[in-house]
T-cell receptor, first 112, second 116 residues
Framework: ELKVEQNPLFLSMQEGKNYTIYCNYS?????LYWYRQDPGKSLESLFV?????AVKQEGRLMASLDTKARLSTLHITAAVHDLSATYFC????????????FGTGTRLKVLA | DTGVSQNPRHKITKRGQNVTFRCDPI?????LYWYRQTLGQGPEFLTY????????KSRLLSDRFSAERPKGSFSTLEIQRTEQGDSAMYLC??????????????FGPGTRLLVL
């Protein structure tokens, strides 16, 4: 069964620094999603990655997908305080299910 | 239509009581999902509807949980004989009709359940 792991689970970083969140999944998946969640709020869609080598960027966030390595990354460039949130990746198996499996999340805190 | 809506937003109940939550998806979305999220964890899949058909259900979902989507529009999630372990945020999401597998999901604000 598909499993999704994220690391790190917690990340505290200074404003202006760069960092990467990693998302590994255990079985074949051709769709990878990134979401943001603020405390007490629901999930906001950030990126949908649909093919090997896909790269998407929005502001200071860039996501990529390597289906051969079963790895997606979310790169943060020159972090600002407003990026403080919990980030989740989710994957779905290639066939036979519409289920999405979420990672446990990375809680990001950007310090001024 | 501004997004997925869920009601109520908060629910406090006593152990053993039944509760029902409602989700109204984005109107043109034919796919609807229910998730449960506990503190510090990612959303956990509960069930999936395509139109009015419940096509997938988590093995973790006990017999006390039931979901419906009678006309392929709104959905309800009922928990019977609630237990303290049912305390969680219940999230609904919808996604549009599309070729192939799952598309991007749009989440509602959630219903926070506390079982005393």
């Amino acid at each position: 069964e598909l499993k999704v792991e994220q690391n790190p689970l917690f990340l505290s970083m200074q404003e202006g620094k760069n960092y990467t969140i990693y998302c590994n999944y255990s079985t074949t998946s051709d769709r990878l999603y990134w979401y943001r969640q603020d405390p007490g709020k629901s999930l906001e869609s950030l990126f949908v990655l649909l093919s090997n080598g896909a790269v998407k960027q929005e502001g200071r966030l860039m996501a990529s997908l390597d289906t051969k390595a079963r790895l997606s990354t979310l790169h943060i460039t020159a972090a600002v305080h407003d990026l403080s949130a919990t980030y989740f990746c989710a994957a779905s198996a290639t066939s036979g299910t519409y289920k999405y499996i979420f990672g446990t999340g990375t809680r990001l805190k950007v310090l001024a | 239509d501004t997004g997925v809506s869920q009601n109520p937003r908060h629910k406090i109940t006593k152990r053993g009581q039944n509760v029902t939550f409602r989700c109204d998806p984005i109107s043109e979305h034919n796919r609807l999902y229910w998730y449960r999220q506990t503190l510090g964890q990612g959303p956990e899949f509960l069930t999936y509807f395509q139109n009015e058909a419940q096509l997938e259900k988590s093995r973790l979902l006990s017999d006390r949980f039931s979901a419906e989507r009678p006309k392929g529009s709104f959905s309800t999630l009922e928990i019977q004989r609630t237990e303290q372990g049912d305390s969680a945020m219940y999230l609904c999401a919808s996604s549009p009709r599309g070729a192939g597998g799952p598309g991007n999901q749009y989440f509602g604000p959630g219903t926070r359940l506390l079982v005393l």
